[in-house]
């Protein structure tokens, strides 16, 4: 998959040749990469390589409700866990558009105009809800009419419902603020998961026996609700361990050290090791009990032996709910992430992938490691960014599904 940040240098990634069917295009924010999103993609690439087309995704960098002036939602997956999730789906191209107040005013029509030009748009993939353009113009009536003015159609391709519910971003967010691991994962198709840098702590847990991983997650990241946890814990280099999570402002030590910030501490079964300053990723698989107050440490550590032994239990016996696939549908089970230093973005973390490169076109890598091989790019491919503008609001499969 090639991951350009405008529409001009995208084209220069398609694999068209003469007398294939262009692009076959959707975009969308993809928050999460869900099923509902999984089911779209996964049948736009299969229609695309049928018809020896390029199966593109757009996306926005940053979330466009930043630059629109509303307050973003808690993101569900940074840039560079959402790029290797869609790399997996197939997809030729990648488009990360900065979303910007000129891209926010640009018409419908202006837009494209963009896609037939660049991407030599053969169909435009999307939900019941699509809509792209300043004021929400380009809805699916609207592009249909200029599909049949310019050369290609516009597939729209119903909602995903599980359970009696749509499939959606919000979705997902909601059970994962109320802890409900079950309904996230079978929305996602996949654990929950939550990355980021050791960082040091008190040493407490040491001292009581039980030494934890102190994780500082990445700014706008979704916390799942506080509350302890049974997780799969993925480390570079030493593989994945069994481990229980605590997210919350441990209430027993409070009233001596006067703590209240949230922290999200892992004990990692089986595994002591210095992680300071590794990255620790934490796949979330049952949620065991509520964070509470107990009256001395010692009851505090004979509960901690309890969850730990729970914890073994599930994920012995039940490594991760694995939830129902339709047919046509995929489920994803990402592995580590690449490790994302202070000062990086949305992809550039990538190893060895910065502005203008392309990401190499690959098979997609196999679950539990996912890794974007990178290439320098061929002498001329690569330009300076052209500012090609894009719809206001992504375009989405449905308001809720952001």
Not at 22 to 38: L, P, W
Not at 189 to 199: E, F, K, Q, S
Not at 245 to 259: D, H, L, Q, W, Y
Not at 320 to 340: N, Q
Request: with cysteine.
């Amino acid at each position: 998959m090639f991951i350009a940040h405008d529409l001009a240098q995208a084209s220069q990634f398609l694999p068209l040749k003469d007398g294939t069917q262009g692009g076959y295009v959707t975009i969308g924010v993809f928050d999460g990469v869900h099923r509902g999103h999984q089911q779209l993609i996964t049948g736009m690439v299969a229609a695309a390589h049928a018809a020896q087309g390029a199966a593109i995704a757009i996306t926005f960098d940053p979330h466009p409700a930043s630059t629109l002036g509303y307050e973003p939602p808690p993101l569900l997956t940074t840039g560079e866990e959402r790029a290797g999730l869609l790399a997996a789906l197939g997809l030729d191209v990648l488009v990360v558009l900065p979303f910007t107040a000129g891209l926010a005013r640009t018409a419908a029509s202006e837009f494209v105009e963009l896609l037939v030009r660049h991407l030599h748009l053969a169909e435009l993939w999307g939900g019941p809800g699509f809509v792209l353009g300043y004021r929400r113009e380009g809805d699916v009536p609207f592009l249909q009419r200029w599909g049949a003015e310019h050369g290609f159609t516009v597939h729209v391709v119903e909602p995903l419902v599980w359970e009696g519910a749509l499939v959606s971003s919000s979705r997902v967010r909601a059970a994962l603020k109320a802890g409900d691991i079950p309904q996230a994962t079978g929305c996602l198709g996949h654990p929950y998961r939550l990355a980021g840098i050791v960082v040091r702590g008190d040493g407490r847990g040491r001292r009581i026996g039980i030494p934890t991983a102190n994780i500082s997650s990445p700014p706008g990241r979704l916390v799942p609700a506080g509350g302890i946890y049974a997780c799969l814990a993925h480390a570079r280099n030493l593989g994945t361990h069994p481990a229980v999570v605590n997210i919350g402002t441990r209430p027993t030590f409070v009233a001596t050290s006067g703590e209240q910030a949230l922290v999200i501490e892992a004990h990692l079964l089986d595994l002591d090791t210095d992680l300071y300053g590794q990255g620790l990723a934490l796949d979330f698989v049952a949620r065991l009990r509520d964070e509470r107050t107990f009256s001395t440490p010692g009851a505090l550590v004979a509960q901690i032996r309890d969850d730990i032994a729970q914890a073994r239990a599930i994920l012995t016996l039940t490594p991760g709910p694995s939830p129902k696939v339709g047919r046509g549908e995929k489920a994803l089970t990402p592995g580590p992430s690449p490790k994302v230093g202070r000062g990086e973005n949305i992809l550039t973390a990538v190893p060895g992938f910065r502005r203008n490169t392309p990401v190499s076109k690959a098979r997609p890598p196999k679950p539990g490691a996912w890794r974007i091989a990178v290439r320098s790019p061929a002498p001329g491919r690569a330009e300076p960014s052209t500012g090609a503008a894009g719809p206001p609001s992504p375009g989405r499969s449905s308001r809720r599904s952001r």
